[in-house]
């Protein structure tokens, strides 16, 4: 990884945008002109798969126990648990709200989407930890159908672990569909694949275009990117677990960006040395150095610019190893996640800390965190109101109609009273 000033890296931070918008636009038109075989036509193109049945059927996730082990599904059941505790209290602080004023009574509720939509990647991975992440705060939040799309493997069939996962977590239709044809199948429906409200999930560039040009038409959670790490470090911090860490996200993707900022030259130099010894002997190797040499860099400089630059990065993952990591927490506000201190990997938060790993990246952290019950409720209001209480609005009514040049909203009031 090079090593470089804060003040030149803040030059270097931009997000390059992605080209694909004609190429899906039209996967998108076929899908809503055709429906199923449109999408059975498009896994046979992207995918090489002749797919016969979209869904998958209760005989498909019975077979799917037999393929995973005891410990394996413990470790799903942990995970799941763990986000449902952390969900569940946030649900809990939810409450009814009711505010009476001169006669006029206003209620907001936390009301859960009927229908969501939760794309899971797969083909030729398997990502059983992003099917728990996106359909256990659905659950939670009370969504009455949860549909779950991914892409089947070459034999046409998807990975027994996810398909248990979904299974334990709740999903009502799971369906052998992926990329941006998937994502048209949830926002316009078709004959086996129902319409949803709102479609979350992480995905390739092709699903993420996809789930911008449906927006129009249905809610989505985020426009998620490849995987992004800021370690924000001073001397104290361990170099090798640092290197580590780095090593570990950067292993997602070769577009990945993982970054160190710190304040100490000493622990600059240290890092790289560490990345270097440790990059030889690790599989994956390959997807490691493409992403931290086309995207990693180091940024030695003093801690202001350092806080500077992280909040500039907005960064999915941030995590704080400095001799004081909460007085430098409390100073980040655009991390999707922030994790404080040298024992808090961000490796561990994608599985089994109660987080959720599905978290906004490109610098969506400036106005949003991560998935969570809050992206499957609405806040449906009511009012009621008396004629006593238009008589008391009515003269500051008159004048702002009037001052709008809509003088048929003062008469519909008036005409009451």
Same mark, same amino acid.
């Given at each position: 990884?090079?090593?470089?000033?804060?003040?030149?890296?803040?030059?270097?931070?931009?997000?390059?945008?992605?080209?694909?918008?004609?190429?899906?636009?039209?996967?998108?038109?076929?899908?809503?002109?055709?429906?199923?075989?449109?999408?059975?036509?498009?896994?046979?193109?992207?995918?090489?798969?002749?797919?016969?049945?979209?869904?998958?059927?209760?005989?498909?996730?019975?077979?799917?126990?037999?393929?995973?082990?005891?410990?394996?599904?413990?470790?799903?059941?942990?995970?799941?648990?763990?986000?449902?505790?952390?969900?569940?209290?946030?649900?809990?602080?939810?409450?009814?709200?009711?505010?009476?004023?001169?006669?006029?009574?206003?209620?907001?509720?936390?009301?859960?989407?009927?229908?969501?939509?939760?794309? #899971?990647? $797969?083909?030729? *991975?398997?990502?059983?930890?992003?099917?728990?992440?996106? @359909? =256990? &705060?659905?659950?939670?939040?009370? !969504?009455?159908?949860?549909?779950?799309?991914?892409?089947?493997?070459?034999?046409?069939?998807?990975?027994?672990?996810?398909?248990?996962?979904?299974?334990?977590?709740?999903?009502?239709?799971?369906?052998? #569909?992926? $990329?941006?044809? *998937?994502?048209?199948?949830?926002?316009?429906?078709?004959? @086996? =694949? &129902?319409?949803?409200?709102?479609? !979350?999930?992480?995905?390739?560039?092709?699903?993420?275009?996809?789930?911008?040009?449906?927006?129009?038409?249905?809610?989505?959670?985020?426009?998620?990117?490849?995987?992004?790490?800021?370690?924000?470090?001073?001397?104290?911090?361990?170099?090798?677990?640092?290197?580590?860490?780095?090593?570990?996200?950067?292993?997602?993707?070769?577009?990945?960006?993982?970054?160190?900022?710190?304040?100490?030259?000493?622990?600059?130099?240290?890092?790289?040395?560490?990345?270097?010894?440790?990059?030889?002997?690790?599989?994956?190797?390959?997807?490691?150095?493409?992403?931290?040499?086309?995207?990693?860099?180091?940024?030695?400089?003093?801690?202001?610019?350092?806080?500077?630059?992280?909040?500039?990065?907005?960064?999915?993952?941030?995590?704080?190893?400095?001799?004081?990591?909460?007085?430098?927490?409390?100073?980040?506000?655009?991390?999707?996640?922030?994790?404080?201190?040298?024992?808090?990997?961000?490796?561990?938060?994608?599985?089994?800390?109660?987080?959720?790993?599905?978290?906004?990246?490109?610098?969506?952290?400036?106005?949003?965190?991560?998935?969570?019950?809050?992206?499957?409720?609405?806040?449906?209001?009511?009012?009621?109101?008396?004629?006593?209480?238009?008589?008391?609005?009515?003269?500051?009514?008159?004048?702002?109609?009037?001052?709008?040049?809509?003088?048929?909203?003062?008469?519909?009031?008036?005409?009451?009273?």
């Amino acid at each position: 990884m090079k090593i470089i000033s804060i003040k030149k890296a803040f030059s270097i931070t931009k997000v390059e945008k992605n080209n694909s918008t004609k190429l899906v636009q039209e996967i998108i038109n076929q899908v809503n002109l055709h429906g199923d075989s449109a999408l059975t036509k498009f896994e046979k193109k992207f995918n090489g798969v002749d797919i016969k049945n979209l869904q998958v059927t209760k005989k498909e996730i019975s077979e799917a126990y037999k393929f995973v082990s005891k410990d394996q599904i413990n470790a799903i059941t942990m995970t799941k648990d763990k986000l449902v505790k952390t969900e569940t209290a946030l649900k809990k602080q939810l409450k009814q709200i009711k505010i009476t004023e001169s006669g006029t009574k206003i209620t907001k509720l936390f009301v859960p989407l009927s229908s969501a939509g939760c794309y #899971v990647p $797969g083909g030729l *991975a398997r990502y059983p930890s992003s099917a728990i992440m996106s @359909i =256990v &705060p659905a659950k939670i939040a009370g !969504v009455e159908k949860i549909v779950m799309v991914t892409p089947p493997n070459k034999q046409g069939k998807i990975d027994p672990m996810v398909l248990v996962a979904a299974d334990i977590c709740g999903a009502d239709l799971i369906f052998k #569909v992926g $990329g941006a044809h *998937a994502i048209a199948a949830l926002a316009y429906g078709t004959k @086996i =694949v &129902p319409q949803v409200d709102k479609i !979350v999930g992480p995905g390739g560039s092709f699903v993420t275009m996809a789930k911008y040009l449906v927006s129009d038409v249905v809610s989505i959670d985020m426009l998620a990117g490849p995987t992004e790490l800021v370690i924000l470090a001073d001397d104290s911090a361990n170099p090798k677990l640092v290197a580590l860490d780095l090593i570990s996200q950067a292993e997602h993707s070769s577009d990945t960006r993982c970054c160190l900022i710190t304040t100490s030259q000493n622990l600059a130099n240290k890092v790289a040395s560490e990345i270097t010894k440790i990059i030889s002997s690790i599989s994956r190797k390959e997807i490691v150095q493409s992403s931290l040499q086309k995207n990693g860099f180091i940024a030695v400089g003093s801690v202001s610019d350092a806080i500077l630059l992280a909040n500039k990065v907005a960064p999915e993952h941030i995590q704080i190893i400095t001799k004081n990591p909460n007085n430098i927490a409390k100073q980040i506000k655009t991390a999707g996640l922030i994790l404080i201190g040298q024992d808090t990997p961000s490796s561990a938060s994608d599985y089994l800390l109660g987080t959720n790993h599905i978290l906004p990246t490109n610098g969506f952290g400036r106005a949003r965190g991560s998935l969570s019950v809050l992206d499957f409720l609405k806040i449906q209001t009511s009012v009621e109101t008396t004629k006593l209480a238009l008589k008391q609005i009515n003269k500051h009514l008159k004048v702002l109609t009037e001052s709008e040049d809509l003088p048929n909203h003062y008469d519909a009031v008036r005409g009451r009273l």
